[in-house]
């Protein structure tokens, strides 16, 4: 079983850059698509970005897109979220997620496995 978890989260001004990693504990990921998702207080978690096992692929939430890059290094088993021109609403516990099947890249609603999250907080 693959253990995911994340890091870098912290407490930023709005308009700051911050960058998110996953890593693994045991089980390589490399094969597999990645993704992060978030949680707000009081909201339902919701799909932030995806990228393929190749990293050839990626996804992105409309309201990150063009301030948000997801991406991987396979050798080390690491994904990062490069988040820039942070805003308050961007405040959430962030997690690290694995889709479900190898050497695919799948919808937003296939990923299994999940980190623990690392809290983001952006202040105006």
């Known amino acids: 079983q693959v253990q995911l978890f994340e890091s870098g989260g912290g407490l930023v001004q709005a308009g700051a850059s911050m960058r998110l990693s996953c890593t693994t504990s045991g089980r390589t990921f490399s094969s597999y698509g990645m993704g992060w998702f978030r949680q707000a207080p009081g909201k339902e978690r919701e799909f932030v970005a995806g990228?393929?096992?190749?990293?050839?692929?990626?996804d992105y939430a409309d309201s990150v897109k063009g301030r948000f890059t997801i991406s991987r290094v396979n050798v080390n088993d690491t994904v990062w979220l490069q988040m820039n021109s942070l805003k308050p609403e961007d405040t959430a516990v962030y997690l690290c997620?694995?889709?479900?099947?190898?050497?695919?890249?799948?919808?937003?609603?296939?990923?299994?496995?999940w980190g623990q999250g690392t809290q983001v907080s952006v202040s105006s």
């Open positions: 997620a694995k889709q479900g099947r190898p050497y695919r890249f799948e919808g937003r609603d296939s990923y299994e496995t």
């Open positions: 990228i393929s096992w190749s990293g050839a692929r990626t």
